[in-house]
């Protein structure tokens, strides 16, 4: 029995290769996470164990995928960012996403025993995560877009820390500090958990500021040394590697997957972070720290 | 501080809404699941443990989204179809795409330990899954794709059972059995089974002959009645029920939920499967079937 | 000097290939054409030189690109529809549409002074039209959207037959006949026409109240054997000739440059017009009439 | 009567907006020019009269679209490019080519007699022609994609040059001509052409060897004074400029109506050409010449 007589319905699929030379950004999120993290109890505003998680779950997906450049994560969300010269999978957008996704999904739900000890999963209700690809055109723009996270991150962690301290500390209702939150700035919030609570903004832990940054370690550079060549990058590199050969690129992927993958708590918004580090935006694994 | 500097980044984003109207299969596939049934022992040819849990991903899969109509799975590939006239994630592709691969991979790695109790997962070789919607503009069309699923699971599994059988049974090497194999047709395989082996591949499991179909159990209509409406369901029903309000929408998910999401293994190539349960192709529930 | 170094470019081409199977809709429109009827002295409400113009234009498209089973004009506007068995240009949506606009813009210019003796182009003021594709998966929706242009053309046109009239005979300012045509409704319009200026709406010419309808004549069918059939073509004819082979097409696009390429104004929303042109939606040629 | 119940077919309509800040091309070739340059007696192997026709048509092109920076054009096509801050039409890719194809094929038939005076159009037989639009996401590639068409000018010219020299002078067929070219490289057939016919191929036409630079003219600057700023205009630049306010952009296009379009047969592979033109790449209006 041959099968020709249906495979004609093969040609409905469409092809969904990603504009070569482009920053692709993989963002995903948990779906539905406020109801679930109200069902397995995560601590209000930040849930230590439910962030550990999150990392712990990127962490595999960048050592599964080299090709990898950096992961930043903030609450139930991640995203992973293929340099531009990525040929993996011939960077078929939909190929890309639902690996990273999937890969996520199952080392979180294998890990959720680690993190949550006393607190099973409770199937049908088991944690998921939707995802999509983003194409970034140039390097300026990817770190805006990753500026653009990081700042996310510091805005709703200011407003959680202050609201769940407002009810939590100071036995508001929900309503009522949702109400007087309403139309602050910034350093109204700091304010409040100064003057009301005595806390310090500023001593609340990093991992819950800043979110998480993951990436390759390599040695760190002098960022002085750096600076002058910083720019460039798009036109030049991006446009060399996308040339270079399968056997080329399979060489860089046991380079990468020779490095530690850190995750980190930092600045990733100011010159520094990726000044000192710039194998990330480069693409070009840099020097293995010595033993 | 405000966000708006970053803020356009979102520009970006440029949407993946599919086509109106049309049928929506969500293919997903194991990744590198040869290499995987290797490290975790999985049977020759058929894995029947294998294969019930990824039915159990799959039935948790339906019962989420109610919006499914019906799902095939052979090997470690399993096909969801939404009906044309499916309005969930308003049709966004990458969202339709990654909802059903995590909550897939979540369900079959939770469940992994039920089904090999005595093979645990062995990070970070944990089983995972790609995947990607294709449309399908006809009903006559979406069959033709159904039924091509399962031709290939015939047309495999005649091979697998024939080639394992002269490896195990025959004592032959990998080698010899494929080189025998070459160029055979489907009798000449049936007649190596039952000559050599006394094996009549009509008698195998019908799950592994057929593969798995998934799909909501209403009561069973008489084919005869239901045959000369079969045609026109294209141009009539989609358009009206793409009309269909929100309230509408949430009211026929919730019928759906009702239903009893059934595993069965059939012939999905004749009409009389689709023909018997007109609800399937009409997007439309049926009957619940009496107590 | 070889090109190769340079050649890399090319792979940001994307593909743009039409889901197959599917009505193809090609709409173009007169770029400004409300300044430029101004600029030519087009005659208002309706120029029949600027109709005649269209159609003349219309008609060497579909003569040209014997793919095309029908197109429907109204005022400078154009729709070209694509049989969903259309193989043309591998289907590719920007070459198909290009295609389209391009011809008809050079017979629209080249003919110009046909229908305008008198009033000869001024450059660089010349007329242009963009346009761009549309798909609809059946024939009961591409049927709808024949009739959604034919409705919009006679909405427009009994407006602008009142509002003209009321300015034109009636002496009024554009914005007096404005806010007194402000939510009324047809019969409103029709009563205007006829209580103020003996003007029976019903009488005015039919390729302002119907459009112009140009598609391939061939001998007409009787409705009443036609009628049982009409249904399924979704289903069977599309896929059949999807598979039909390159030279079967050239011998079908051979016939159907047989055939007159004729102008109508006449009802497209009922069923009797496709009824008694099945070739139409089939897109199996008719019989030729005969001498 | 309501048009309401046919508009849902508006749904069908699928958006095509161009990722932002990225090059766009839009390259437009001639539809069958090699039987077309047959019947209108096109010289070999150059024409200049419709290389004349293609220039003028495509100077009236930038004219009516000031968002255009730059224009080439070799033969019977052209590429036509939008600066990565382009905003028009949204940057909808239909409307932009659509657009573009209009308005080049309405020039070109309307000069037509201007170039060929005794050569009138033949209808149906008019030309026409398609076009596609092309992200290159950084300037480095969108001057490659530039050099790339020079380059393939240059190997064309020097090859048609030769070979219709050869039969055209050297009395050969076409045949002996093309077999006798085969596997030849530049310096063969530059000997080809000095030693048998006395012919120095440098001393050919610029239109022919270089093709056509339409951009629009400002003072030229000083390449020194430039040099050191040319990169980093990807990663700003656009960025700034795609954030432009609409008046800001209308006020950028009155500037840019003011300067002339001119017609340039010069390297563009070098970086001379660009260094002296910077408002080309920045997207900015530089100085108008001084009277």
């Known amino acids: 029995?041959?099968?020709?007589?249906?495979?004609?319905?093969?040609?409905?699929?469409?092809?969904?290769?990603?504009?070569?030379?482009?920053w692709i950004v993989v963002r995903i999120d948990g779906r539905g996470f406020h109801k679930l993290s109200d069902r397995y109890g995560f601590i209000k505003p930040n849930d230590r164990r439910a962030l550990d998680l999150m990392n712990a779950a990127a962490v595999e997906v960048m050592k599964e995928l080299?090709?990898?450049?950096?992961?930043?994560?903030?609450?139930?969300?991640?995203?992973?960012v293929f340099h531009p010269s990525c040929?993996?999978?011939?960077?078929?957008?939909?190929?890309?996403?639902?690996?990273?996704?999937?890969?996520?999904?199952?080392?979180?739900?294998?890990?959720?025993?680690?993190?949550?000890?006393?607190?099973?999963?409770?199937?049908?209700?088991?944690?998921?995560f939707d995802g999509r690809a983003v194409l970034y055109p140039t390097t300026r723009i990817l770190r805006d877009y990753m500026s653009w996270r990081q700042v996310d991150c510091h805005i709703n962690n200011l407003y959680n820390t202050t609201f769940w301290t407002m009810v939590q500390q100071g036995g508001m209702s929900n309503t009522d500090a949702e109400r007087e939150l309403q139309g602050t700035v910034s350093s109204d919030k700091n304010e409040i958990l100064f003057k009301r609570f005595g806390i310090n903004y500023n001593n609340e832990d990093e991992i819950f500021k800043k979110?998480?940054?993951?990436?390759r370690q390599y040695q760190l550079e002098d960022p002085k040394l750096e600076s002058k060549s910083k720019h460039g990058d798009d036109d030049e590199a991006p446009v060399d590697e996308s040339k270079t050969s399968k056997s080329q690129q399979d060489k860089l992927r046991k380079l990468r997957r020779k490095a530690q993958v850190v995750v980190d708590h930092v600045d990733i918004i100011k010159d520094e972070f990726w000044e000192r580090r710039p194998w990330i935006l480069s693409g070009k694994p840099g020097k293995l720290p010595e033993a």
């Open 66 to 80: 080299p090709d990898l450049c950096i992961a930043y994560g903030v609450s139930d969300e991640y995203s992973f």
């Open 1 to 22: 029995m041959a099968n020709s007589k249906y495979e004609y319905v093969k040609s409905f699929e469409q092809p969904d290769v990603l504009l070569p030379n482009t």
């Open 211 to 215: 979110g998480s940054v993951v990436y």
């Open 87 to 128: 040929q993996l999978f011939e960077r078929r957008s939909a190929k890309l996403v639902t690996t990273i996704v999937s890969t996520f999904t199952a080392h979180y739900i294998y890990q959720w025993g680690t993190y949550f000890p006393s607190t099973p999963l409770q199937p049908p209700y088991l944690p998921s």
